[in-house]
Nanobody, 124 residues
Framework: QVQLVESGGGLVQPGGSLRLSCAAS????????IGWFRQAPGKEREGVSC????????YYADSVKGRFTISRDDADNTVYLQMNSLKPEDTANYLC?????????????????WGQGTQVTVSS
């Protein structure tokens, strides 16, 4: 069973940037499609971005297009989420998820493996 650990969250001012990491242990991450999700208190879990295992295709929620970039580093066995031009509404706990999906999805239900999350707070 793949184990996922997120890192890189923190407090940042509006307009700032953060890079989140999703590191995997025990198994090679490129066998899995990976999704980044976020959940704010009292809100449903929302798909932010994902990268497919089959061809590396990437997808983004409309709310983050042009600001967030997902990438995979096979040498580090890590998937990154570069977040630029951050807004207060991006504040949430960010989680990565993995599953044997040939094509990733921004829906959380198909993913069986989840990390614990890393908190991102955007505030002045």
């Amino acid at each position: 069973q793949v184990q996922l650990v997120e890192s890189g969250g923190g407090l940042v001012q509006p307009g700032g940037s953060l890079r989140l990491s999703c590191a995997a242990s025990k198994y090679t991450l490129n066998y899995y499609s990976i999704g980044w999700f976020r959940q704010a208190p009292g809100k449903e879990r929302e798909g932010v971005s994902c990268i497919s295992s089959s061809d590396g295709s990437t997808y983004y929620a409309d709310s983050v297009k042009g600001r967030f970039t997902i990438s995979r580093d096979d040498a580090d066995n890590t998937v990154y989420l570069q977040m630029n031009s951050l807004k207060p509404e991006d504040t949430a706990n960010y989680l990565c998820a993995a599953d044997f999906l040939p094509r990733c999805t921004l829906e959380p239900r198909p993913y069986d493996y989840w990390g614990q999350g890393t908190q991102v707070t955007v505030s002045s």
